[in-house]
């Protein structure tokens, strides 16, 4: 398994990567700096983005979760994906 770790990377770059590893499935991570792991407008619409644009190339987006102070979101759980 590898770890990549990003900061709202170009798109270009963030599939560059996932395709130079192989990947076939991903599981989106961030944490909210502010404790509290309910998904935003932006969350949802990114995570909906990347969904969109790694389907045709063959892989598929697990869940996207966020981690908070005192517990976590899966977008996938909430039906948001």
Do not use: C, W, Y
């Not at 899966?74 to 994906?81: H, I, T, V």
């Amino acid at each position: 398994m590898h770890r990549i770790t990003l900061q709202l990377p170009p798109q270009n770059d963030f599939f560059s990567s996932l395709l130079e590893l192989s990947a076939t499935a991903i599981i989106l991570v961030h944490n909210h700096p502010s404790g509290d792991p309910t998904p935003s407008q932006a969350d949802i619409q990114m995570t909906r983005a990347i969904v969109d644009i790694a389907g045709p190339l063959g892989i598929s987006v697990h869940d996207h979760i966020i981690v908070g102070k005192n517990g976590h979101a899966s977008l996938k759980g909430l039906k948001l994906m």
